[in-house]
Each structure stands twice: as structure tokens, then as C-alpha cells.
Nanobody
């Protein structure tokens, strides 16, 4: 059974940084593609970043390009989202997601396993 446990998040001032972690159990990360998504109050869940298992290729939403970085540590079975230059509009609950497929997509419906979510608040 695939389980994803998230850590990180919290309150940070504008311009600050945070790193989210997503540790998997019950599966081999090598065969899974990952995504980070977020949902702000009153808004739909949106993609932040994706990573494909086939070649480690990554993708980002336009709103976070150049500020966020997705990465993985196979030895720890963990995927990270490094968030720099945070803005108030980045405030949301962030979720990691995984699916056993070679190529990740930007659509949340293509991911079957989800972390518990973690709050990120960017405010002065």
C-alpha cells in the first residue's frame, strides 16, 4: 500500500524560503512519478510541479518557475519541493502526489496516492 507522509511547511515572511518533504512507504520511488499541488481557500487544486520517473524530467507552473525546485532522493524514498522567494499568493495547503507511471502529467486526477497536506502561509 502506497503511503505518502509530508513534512515541512509553516509560516514564512514574503521573500523567505521553505522546503517541503514527501516520504513514501510501500513502494519503490523509481517507478513512480510525482507531483506537488496546492489549494488555497475558495480555489481549485492547482499543479505546482511534477517529476517523471522515466528520466527525472520536471515541470513547473508558470507562477512558480524560477522560484520552486522539485527534487528526489531515491535512497530516502523522498521527494522535495524547495520554495524560494515566497509570495503571499503562494499561501495554500500543499499536497504531494504519486502515481506508478513513467511520465507525470499536470492533471491532479492522474495521481492516485496523496499525502496528508501541509499548510504554507506567506505573510508579514
Amino acid at each position: 500500500q502506497v503511503q505518502l507522509v509530508q513534512s515541512g511547511g509553516g509560516l514564512v515572511q514574503p521573500g523567505g524560503s521553505l522546503r517541503l518533504s514527501c516520504t513514501g512507504s510501500g513502494f519503490n520511488l523509481d517507478y513512480y512519478s510525482f507531483g506537488w499541488f496546492r489549494q488555497a481557500p475558495g480555489k481549485e487544486r492547482e499543479v505546482v510541479s511534477i517529476m517523471s520517473s522515466a528520466d527525472g524530467s520536471t515541470g513547473y507552473a508558470d507562477s512558480v518557475k524560477g522560484r520552486f525546485t522539485i527534487s528526489r532522493d531515491k535512497a530516502k524514498n523522498t521527494v522535495y519541493l524547495q520554495m524560494n522567494s515566497l509570495k503571499p499568493e503562494d499561501t495554500a495547503v500543499y499536497y504531494c502526489a504519486a502515481e506508478r507511471r513513467a511520465l507525470a502529467t499536470y492533471y491532479h486526477g492522474d495521481f492516485g496516492s496523496w499525502g496528508q497536506g501541509t499548510q504554507v502561509t506567506v505573510s508579514s
